[in-house]
């Protein structure tokens, strides 16, 4: 104010030098005074001019009367419920009698909500499905890391979502569609995004805070969907040595349910409708994806997107892939046949499709890096929902993705690798877990023990005789012995198998009635069901040759053992000493030695 002992200080203030004129007398311009004009009103009030009246109408311009004339600043100090302050606004007055008209726009909050199928992590656990604790958790193998193939990273619809704020209160509720939903004019402050409904073969969401703030801008709100993963696992054991089987027709079938829609058994076995075959494969490609990696990379590198075929060569056979089809995820600038992401499907000369994502990283000197992942005899099980997917990794695991929580099925293998027993028809349950869930199948060899041994008496341990010369026919059509080259299985030496080691002893290798140091069985791996004849065409010194025995082969037993038994060669020696005369001599002394016949 005017009245202000101030004032002749304000009004000093109001001049400042600018520099000199051509005359070189000082220049001065007018800087103004500046002051606060102590009016605030909320819009909408029926007196914005009177600070005493707070009645309010539905709505109105808002009316100043008696604003001096000069330069102003409007600025808002608080936004109405779901819009975002306007930007300050400049305004000059001026001594008229014209009303004045200005306008100041206030956005509304704005978001943008997307369901993803995606996580927002690629670290997950493998569960062991088979092993539990005392307390029935399942164990952890270990860990693994995702590709970024293994989700579809589109919206997801189907989904229900609702949006609570703080108190609890419902300020928006929707089923996610093919676009992510765009919503304006919420109310600023903190809410809570859930997830009421989750379509088949994904996890629930976990609640996500959402804080709608008045920046003004678009906020983006990302709810991850992560999906099941079920993994089966075949291999046997050689020792302790782990090593995958390939070759096993597997069938995963749904799971016979009651009206309770608990699973149906008989003889404890789960039952499963063979009407409805979720997924079928044989596993392990072993070799041959392994060579198929370094045949593909070899041509990517030189050939990126234009490769069109390509041959390799695993476990003795050649095999051959061709082009069936791509996406570019995007483009760079360069070479469009490297662009920085692609999906590849490639068909391989056994019909079974091969998808391959592949990442540029950076080119150096070197030349160009990518980051590759494989999905081998990739399935898209349609039956089951739009995602689900069945594959083969690279390590020969068989993955299937999406399939729904809660769901039973049945694992059958309907055609066993040859020499191998036949596994269990087994009861999977997908579990409520984002974590890798892998079922183990073990496939012990069908083996069978061959013991040559002498006839011994009870209490009597196992003693092998070395020497025998022993073959093993199949039988005949009609189940009888023929002993000719068609029908030999395999011909041997017993005793020539080695002898069991301290190593064998501490492993559990060493069969019952048997010792450290004692000459091992010969051992048949992998027989195919059926009978056999096993015959001995030498036998050890001072035995008797054997009868045939017949056996009978069997992949549910893993472990057979036959005893081939000789008896000692029995007979009467009669030595009788006489002189020339015939007359009987006493006191003579004899040695009696045995020798091979040199006829054999």
């Known amino acids: 104010g005017k009245n202000s002992d101030l004032l002749r200080d304000f009004c000093r203030a109001s001049y ?6 051509a005359e070189g007398f000082p220049l001065y311009h007018r800087q103004g005074e500046s002051y606060i004009l102590e009016n605030t009103w909320i819009t909408g009030e029926q007196a914005p001019n009177d600070p005493f009246d707070d009645s309010m109408t539905d709505g109105q311009a808002d009316l100043l009367k008696r604003v001096p004339a000069g330069a102003y600043i409007m600025e808002e100090i608080q936004a109405p419920p779901g819009y975002v302050k306007g930007f300050p606004k400049g305004i000059t007055v001026e001594e008229t009698r014209e009303i004045l008209t200005e306008e100041m ?45 293994s989700f579809g990273h589109g919206q997801l619809p189907g989904a229900g979502l609702i949006l609570c704020d703080e108190q609890g209160r419902r300020a928006a509720a929707w089923t996610t569609g093919a676009e992510p939903l765009y919503l304006e004019g919420l109310l600023q402050g903190n809410y809570v995004l859930k997830e009421e409904k989750t379509p088949e073969g994904f996890l629930t969401a976990a609640p996500v805070s959402v804080k709608i703030d008045g920046s003004g801008r678009v906020q983006v709100v ?52 063979k009407e409805r075959p979720t997924a079928a494969w044989e596993s392990g490609g072993g070799e041959k994806n392994r060579e198929f990696v370094k045949a593909f990379e070899d041509m990517y590198r030189d050939y990126g997107i234009r490769g069109r075929s390509l041959a390799w060569e695993a476990d003795g056979e050649e095999y051959r892939a061709d082009y069936v089809s791509h996406s570019q995820i995007d483009c760079p600038l360069g070479d469009p046949s490297f662009p920085a992401g692609t999906e590849l499907y490639f068909l391989d000369s056994d019909g079974r499709t091969i998808r391959i994502l592949v990442y540029e990283q950076h080119d150096n000197r070197r030349g160009r890096d990518f980051t590759y992942e494989y999905q081998f005899d990739y399935q898209k099980l349609s039956d089951v929902s739009p995602y689900a997917v069945s594959y083969e990794t690279l390590s020969g695991v068989r993955r299937l993705d999406y399939l729904p929580v809660g769901k039973a099925y049945v694992l059958v293998e309907v055609s066993p ?40 008496r009870e209490g009597e341990r196992v003693r092998e005789l070395p020497g025998a010369v022993m073959v093993l026919y199949r039988a005949g059509e009609q189940g009888e012995l023929v002993e000719d080259q068609e029908h030999m299985a395999a011909r041997w030496i017993s005793g020539e198998d080695g002898v069991y080691t301290e190593s064998d002893q501490i492993n559990g290798r060493i069969p019952a009635g048997y010792e450290t140091g004692d000459l091992r069985p010969h051992e048949l791996r992998r027989l195919p069901d059926g009978i056999y004849y096993l015959t001995e065409t030498k036998c050890p010194d001072y035995y008797t040759l054997m009868e045939p025995i017949k056996i009978i082969c069997s992949q549910r037993e893993q472990i057979q053992t036959v005893r081939a038994v000789n008896r000692p060669a029995a007979g009467e020696l009669e030595i009788l000493k006489k002189d020339g ?11 009696l030695t045995a020798c091979r016949d040199p006829e054999g």
């Open 105 to 149: 726009e206030d956005g509304k909050t704005r978001l943008l909500f997307r369901k993803i199928d995606g996580s927002d992590t690629y670290e997950y656990q493998i569960l062991d499905m088979g092993v539990r604790d005392r307390q029935g958790r399942v164990q952890t193998a270990g860990t693994a890391t995702e590709g970024k193939g």
């Open 16 to 21: 400042r030098a600018e520099g000199e004129a």
């Open 581 to 591: 005369t015939g007359k009987l001599l006493e006191g003579a002394l004899f040695r």
């Open 417 to 456: 690798p040859a020499g191998y027993g036949k596994a269990e028809d087994r009861l999977i349950t997908v579990e409520n877990t984002a974590q890798i869930q892998r079922h183990r199948i073990l496939n012990q060899e069908s083996r069978i023990l061959i013991s040559k041994c002498a006839e011994r």
């Open 222 to 273: 990302d709810l991850f969907n992560d999906h099941t993963k079920v993994e089966f696992e075949k291999y046997t054991l050689d020792g302790q040595e782990k090593i995958p089987v390939k070759g096993a027709g597997f069938t995963l079938y749904e799971a016979m349910t009651d009206e309770k829609g608990e699973v149906m058994w008989r003889d404890e076995r789960p039952l499963c409708d």
